[in-house]
Nanobody, 120 residues
Framework: QVQLVESGGGLVQPGGSLKLSCETS????????MKWYRQGPGKERELVAAINHAFHTDYSESVLGRFYIFRDDTRRTSYLRMNALKPEDTAVYYC??????????????WGQGTQVTVSS
């Protein structure tokens, strides 16, 4: 059974930091790209950061230089370190695991989301 469980969300003041974790089970974690998405109030879900199986990272422009994604393959866990948080970072953050195999079949799994609220 595939599971992705996020944790680490909460209320933080502007300028503060949070570290989100995504613990996984039920699939070959080492082979999958791990991603973090977010969906703010009244907004569409957007990709925030991604790290592939080779540890190459990508970030959206809105978080570049403030957020850092990393992974620990031995713990089957993905992390999102968020610094210098702004009110516009307020959203539900979702963990995602994605793999396209050699036959072009796409595998994609989601966590349940964790709320991050940035407010004074």
């Amino acid at each position: 059974q595939v599971q992705l469980v996020e944790s680490g969300g909460g209320l933080v003041q502007p300028g503060g930091s949070l570290k989100l974790s995504c613990e996984t089970s039920g699939f070959n974690f080492n082979d999958f790209a791990m991603k973090w998405y977010r969906q703010g109030p009244g907004k569409e879900r957007e990709l925030v950061a991604a790290i592939n199986h080779a540890f190459h990272t990508d970030y959206s422009e809105s978080v570049l230089g403030r957020f850092y994604i990393f992974r620990d393959d031995t713990r089957r866990t993905s992390y999102l370190r968020m610094n210098a948080l702004k009110p516009e970072d307020t959203a539900v953050y979702y963990c995602n695991a994605q793999l396209e195999d050699f036959d072009g079949k796409n595998y994609e799994y989601w966590g349940q989301g964790t709320q991050v609220t940035v407010s004074s």
